[in-house]
């Protein structure tokens, strides 16, 4: 029995089509990163700043947490160490993947594991659902 051909298709071609949607910086596409959150094996976590984020909001499984915050050991970057299980990959992202690589280093560093999914814009370019910052 053959193969459906839109399957085919995607079996050919779903490799190329997820890296399109990756930022140099990344090294997990915006799609990885959804499913690995609806499996609760991870948190997808916005590090860029305030105003950023109220002008363009966030990915919809996103926590927030500016790198400011995490550079300054401020009440939010506290709390997320306290409720954050070791267990589960922190998945970062910004705006092009550079602060995002910057928080991961840290938080691997504190014994997470962590996963780069690079810019806020290749979750909107993946026609993944966003939400208003909180």
């Known amino acids: 029995m053959r193969k459906p051909v839109l399957a085919t298709i995607l079996l050919t071609f779903a490799p190329v089509l997820f890296a399109a949607n990756k930022s140099k910086n990344?090294?997990?596409?915006?799609a990885e990163a959804a499913k690995m959150a609806a499996a609760e094996e991870a948190f997808i976590v916005d590090v860029r700043e305030e105003d950023e984020v109220r002008e363009t909001g966030l990915a919809?499984?996103?926590?927030?947490?500016?790198?400011e915050e995490i550079q300054t050991r401020g009440n939010r970057y506290e709390a997320a160490l306290r409720?954050?299980?070791k267990n589960k990959?922190?998945?970062?992202?910004?705006v092009s993947?550079?602060?995002a690589g910057i928080a991961g280093k840290h938080f691997k560093e504190l014994g997470y594991p962590v996963r780069n999914m690079g810019g806020f814009k290749d979750w909107n370019e993946a026609g993944l659902p966003?939400?208003?910052k909180p």
């Open 83 to 85: 409720t954050w299980p």
């Open 26 to 30: 990344a090294d997990i596409t915006p």
């Open 89 to 94: 990959t922190l998945i970062f992202y910004c």
């Open 130 to 132: 966003t939400r208003k």
């Open 60 to 67: 919809e499984p996103a926590k927030w947490l500016s790198l």
């Open 97 to 99: 993947g550079k602060r």
